[in-house]
């Protein structure tokens, strides 16, 4: 081989960069800016760290929110919020603060959470079907001992639940994390490892992976959909005809037939596990602003649209997320760009987060929905995600 060094050869990121530069003869003066110091970042984020890459960051709103089903001292009251959104898509910003606007004229949206656990899933070997029924058993049986051995790994950990199914000689089992206020995946697997352990001890059944595809993690899954992952998360408006026309320049029957036409019956045609019209993009935005594992997109994907023509007129119009996997400490989170951007959002944990990221959702949902139903979607895209600078007049 020509050249033998390896970038863990450097002992900074300002010398991997010009060990890169030099061998590729480039320049990298824009990667070399960045705000964190290594320390923060390396061995906890990053390996081989040689910047960073910037991604322009907007904000939405302010959006009102009902706080409902998190705290019992919040219920029944609202705030507003703040979207942090850290994109390259010209016109989600704009599309995201329309939808915020029309559902603050018409009173707020209502969001509600459940923390369904993250989630791991390791598969054990048996010696025959007989063997691993009897595995599958002993668990049922014996969840208090595996709970007290997974929670010994961290005072910051409940086991819920665990779930099994057997095939062949195959036994999946998927236990079910309260990780409070971090996402938890790395503590999840802590706790699995041992509780693997003390399985394969009092079974004799071999742990052939601690992430068995049954977690289900970072893949598009109906277990996820149906069961659920992480948080849960529904958020509602009911929108009168007037404000669905004011703001929204549409009328309620129109967006219910583009929901029907292209989130539902698009979805059954297609095979797609998000019968929704773009629940990624706003997830991918605040996700990435805020520091969460942006690979989890894919589960807060899935999810329904659900719209309504009411008795009066007016448009109830909803979204259901079953697999939000999201955290407000741990991971990238502590970072200092992604603290602000945390800090612009003013949410008290992650249950609060997901509460804001479902009424975002929601917004987001709303506006395109419309634009599609008026036909302004290729007009929108045209003027703000083509033009170098432009003043966006949000009230039109």
Request: charged share 20%.
């Amino acid at each position: 081989m020509k050249n033998k060094i390896s970038l863990r050869d450097f002992k900074n990121a300002q010398a991997r960069r010009k060990f890169l530069e030099e061998q590729l003869n480039i320049k990298l003066d824009n990667i070399s800016n960045f705000t964190f110091t290594e320390d923060q970042a390396v061995g906890r984020n990053i390996e081989n760290l040689v910047g960073a890459t910037q991604i322009p960051l907007g904000v939405a709103g302010p959006l009102r929110i009902h706080l409902e089903g998190v705290k019992a001292h919040l219920r029944g009251v609202f705030r507003d919020y703040y979207i942090p959104l850290a994109t390259t898509e010209g016109a989600l910003v704009a599309s995201v603060s329309r939808g915020c606007k029309a559902i603050n004229k018409a009173g707020g949206a209502t969001v509600f959470v459940e923390n369904v656990g993250i989630t791991r899933g390791p598969v054990f070997k048996a010696k025959n079907l007989g063997e691993a029924l009897r595995a599958e058993i002993w668990i049922e049986k014996n969840f208090k001992e595996l709970a007290k051995i997974a929670e010994s790994t961290s005072s910051h950990l409940k086991l819920l639940k665990a779930e099994s199914r057997v095939v062949g000689r195959n036994l999946f089992v998927r236990f079910y994390f309260d990780t409070k206020d971090a996402m938890g995946m790395n503590m999840a697997t802590f706790a699995t490892e041992q509780a693997a352990k003390l399985i394969e001890q009092k079974t004799k059944v071999i742990c052939v992976s601690l992430a068995g595809n049954f977690d289900i993690d970072k893949k598009p899954a109906w277990l996820n959909f149906i069961n659920g992952r992480g948080k849960k998360v529904w958020a509602e408006i009911v929108l009168p005809e007037k404000i669905v026309a004011d703001v929204l320049k549409t009328t309620p029957g129109k967006i219910v037939e583009v929901v029907e036409r292209k989130c539902h019956l698009g979805g059954v045609m297609s095979g797609s596990l998000g019968f929704n019209a773009h629940f990624a993009n706003i997830i991918a935005a605040v996700f990435t602003s805020t520091g969460q594992d942006l690979a989890h997109v894919v589960e807060g994907s899935l999810g329904v649209t659900s719209t309504e023509i009411l008795e009066n007129g007016d448009l109830s119009f909803s979204v259901y997320l079953p697999s939000l996997i999201a955290g407000t400490v741990g991971g990238g989170t502590h970072l200092p760009a992604q603290q602000e951007a945390l800090g612009i959002m003013q949410v008290s944990d992650v249950l609060e987060y997901s509460q804001v990221l479902g009424g975002a959702v929601l917004a987001g949902e709303l506006s395109l929905l419309a634009s599609l139903a008026e036909g302004s979607l290729a007009k929108a895209h045209k003027k703000l995600g083509r033009k170098k600078a432009i003043s966006l007049q949000l009230s039109d």
